[in-house]
């Protein structure tokens, strides 16, 4: 199947939970996730309408941006290593995982203009993945109040990948109302309007839940 003919898929479900809810469709953005297919797939995604490309490495990342550059918009959604922050930050666009003091110091040092990230959070407390705690997640936002090359656009966070539906709404629900609380604060460089998640498995709940920016790989691109 085409990736055009997935896309149309992916925004018909799109559409029919936006309606389910009274949501607007026009709020929510796909990005294709490109780390496992090739160059020319992801030139076929923006080709079939899809402006933002996710990557997570920083090779791949750059690999993928010499050849399409500015027709997509770019977002980094993997660990970035603070070493790595120099090759990619003048690149993208977003950062979708930021979750640490050091990296954001980094950034504010390594940055041409300012970054739209979105703080990672560990909603379901797993072990094997990244991002903040949902209690650190106010106390470390306070922290960059004064930073100047960093925008806190939003939270992300990755669910459980589970069949269980009202786990699912549960690990949402909860970055949605830590969204609300950041937005409270009225801090300046962060703004914090927009809600990173959701996946191939899960994204028309969390479309559903809220979601802004939803991160497809497998269902758009395929895995080649």
């Given at each position: 199947?085409s990736?055009?003919?997935?896309?149309?898929?992916i925004?018909?479900n799109?559409?029919?939970?936006?309606?389910?809810?009274?949501?607007?469709?026009?709020?929510?953005?796909?990005?294709?996730?490109t780390?496992y297919?090739?160059?020319?797939?992801?030139k076929?995604?923006?080709?079939?309408?899809?402006?933002?490309?996710?990557?997570?490495?920083?090779?791949?990342?750059l690999?993928?941006y010499e050849?399409?550059?500015?027709?997509?918009t770019?977002?980094?959604i993997g660990t970035?290593?603070?070493?790595?922050v120099?090759?990619?930050?003048?690149?993208?666009?977003?950062?979708?995982s930021?979750?640490?003091?050091?990296?954001?110091?980094?950034?504010?040092k390594?940055?041409t203009?300012?970054?739209?990230?979105?703080?990672?959070?560990?909603?379901?407390?797993?072990?094997?993945?990244?991002?903040?705690?949902?209690?650190?997640?106010?106390?470390?936002i306070?922290?960059?109040?004064?930073?100047?090359?960093?925008?806190?656009?939003?939270?992300?966070?990755?669910?459980p990948?589970?069949?269980?539906?009202?786990?699912?709404?549960?690990?949402?629900?909860?970055?949605?109302?830590?969204?609300?609380?950041v937005?409270?604060?009225?801090?300046a460089n962060?703004?914090?309007?927009?809600?990173s998640?959701?996946?191939?498995?899960?994204y028309v709940?969390?479309?559903e839940?809220?979601?802004?920016?939803?991160?497809?790989?497998s269902?758009?691109?395929g895995?080649?």
């Open positions: 199947m990736v055009r003919e997935r896309l149309a898929i925004r018909s799109i559409d029919e939970a936006c309606h389910r809810v009274g949501r607007d469709n026009n709020d929510v953005r796909i990005i294709a996730v780390k297919v090739s160059i020319e797939r992801a076929e995604a923006v080709v079939a309408g899809v402006a933002d490309l996710g990557e997570n490495r920083d090779d791949g990342l690999q993928k050849a399409i550059g500015k027709e997509a770019w977002h980094f970035l290593q603070s070493r790595k120099k090759n990619v930050i003048d690149k993208i666009d977003y950062l979708h930021l979750d640490r003091l050091s990296l954001a110091q980094e950034i504010e390594r940055a203009k300012p970054i739209k990230c979105f703080v990672q959070v560990n909603v379901s407390g797993e072990e094997t993945k990244h991002g903040l705690s949902s209690e650190q997640v106010l106390p470390f306070e922290q960059l109040r004064n930073f100047t090359k960093i925008e806190v656009v939003g939270l992300m966070t990755m669910a990948y589970t069949d269980d539906e009202q786990l699912l709404r549960r690990c949402f629900r909860e970055l949605k109302q830590l969204q609300q609380r937005q409270a604060l009225h801090i962060a703004p914090c309007t927009e809600l998640m959701g996946m191939s498995n899960d709940i969390a479309v839940e809220g979601a802004t920016f939803i991160r497809i790989g269902a758009l691109v895995e080649e």
